[in-house]
């Protein structure tokens, strides 16, 4: 289908383990995000990519691991989960950089 | 002191009132953003602005550059409204071209 999915949409895991979220567009479009969720803060960026092979720094990356080898997978790594990534991610794209189609989000609880 | 700021954070409307809701920031911005989220957690992107005025059926948003405030209106509003509404601003950093930032959003209740 067309559009843009997150996968897992649940996880739970444990403190110190590995965990990669997926997020899958169908648009080709050349921007995507990654967001956290949290209660009393708000939507925060983590990375974004402007195209394959192209990644950045948002406002909270430290913990997060990134990568674009494909323009249409924008996958995000805790290389060693804490309690403190808790959270709603919110993966979205953007053609022009600006208008932006978010996925359903993924709920990682870290135990 | 947060970058952007919204206000109200909650706001009770009656069908069928004129909704305004209020987003300031802080700093140079290159777009700015409004934003919805429903009960279920999808987000959508409803306007991005760095000028002017843009309008999609019974959402009006506005943005002062000079005043570095913007504010998005419903007109005739519905309880199928009722939702989070976020503001976001781009800004270029020392450190990446397209930083961002959210407000803390303002729920908005319609009632029939």
């Known amino acids: 289908d067309a559009g843009i999915t997150q996968s897992p949409r649940y996880k739970i895991t444990e403190t110190g383990r590995q965990v990669t979220l997926m997020c899958h567009q169908t648009w080709s479009h050349s921007y995507m995000f990654w967001y956290r969720q949290d209660l009393g803060h708000g939507l925060r960026l983590i990375y974004y990519s402007a195209a394959a092979d192209i990644t950045d720094k948002g406002e909270v990356p430290d913990g997060y691991v990134v990568s674009r080898s494909k323009t249409e997978n924008f996958p995000l790594t805790l290389e060693s989960a804490t309690r403190s990534q808790t959270s709603v991610y919110f993966c979205?794209?953007?053609?022009?950089?600006?208008?932006?189609?978010f996925g359903p989000g993924t709920r990682l609880t870290v135990t | 002191k947060n970058e952007v700021e919204q206000s109200p954070q909650n706001l009770t409307a009656q069908e069928g009132e004129f909704i305004t809701i209020n987003c300031s920031y802080s700093v140079g911005i290159s777009a700015l953003h409004w934003l919805q989220q429903h009960p279920g957690g999808g987000i959508v992107s409803l306007f991005m602005?760095?000028?002017g005025k843009k309008k999609h059926g019974r959402l009006i948003a506005t943005i002062n550059i000079q005043e570095k405030h913007s504010s998005l209106h419903i007109t005739a509003s519905h309880p199928r409204d009722s939702a989070v509404y976020i503001c976001a601003v781009s800004f270029p950093t020392p450190y990446n071209n397209n930083d961002m930032r959210f407000g803390a959003g303002t729920r908005l209740t319609v009632k029939p």
């Open positions: 979205a794209s953007s053609r022009t950089r600006y208008e932006q189609y």
């Open positions: 602005l760095s000028s």
